[in-house]
């Protein structure tokens, strides 16, 4: 969950091209990674993906966090499959999703979780849903700056 904009890339002596501050925006607005060269490293200006419809879809670190918690939830749920599906088993399985969020949160990479509840399938007896809303940490990347020019106190 760690924010790739203004870390440094190790490994790497220049960049073949250097953009001024406008090109980089432009390359920036159609999703693409700016990366400077900075002193001693380059560094990433700003990590972008290229679906930049959201919030939610155009920052790496926010669909990185989107995949841990699928890769979480699957290890979580696998011990369940295939096991007998006794009405004990759907409150079994609500209490370990909602450890393993209690330890993402903890791990600073969900801010907040709530509304998990499992259900049984209505139409397949062999099945459960799980269901459960999330919000990753997001990176702060802009800070807005409003300062009042007086000529008195």
């Given at each position: ?54 919030v939610l879809t ?96």
């Amino acid at each position: 969950a760690t924010p790739w904009t203004n870390k440094s890339i190790i490994g790497f002596d220049n960049l073949g091209r250097t953009l001024d501050a406008v090109n980089a925006n432009k390359l920036a607005t159609r999703g693409v990674t700016v990366v400077v060269e900075g002193t001693p490293f380059l560094k990433i200006r700003q990590g972008l993906t290229t679906d930049m419809s959201s919030v939610l879809t155009r920052t790496p670190t926010v669909r990185q966090i989107s995949d841990e918690v699928q890769r979480q939830t699957r290890s979580v749920l696998d011990r369940f499959i295939g096991i007998k599906f006794l009405p004990t088993v759907l409150g079994q399985i609500e209490g370990r999703i909602a450890q393993m969020f209690r330890q993402l949160v903890r791990a600073q990479i969900v801010a907040a979780y709530t509304g998990i509840s499992v259900e049984s399938d209505a139409t397949d007896p062999t099945a459960a849903t799980v269901r459960g809303a999330y919000r990753p940490i997001f990176p702060l990347l802009y800070i807005l700056i409003e300062y009042t020019l007086r000529s008195s106190k």
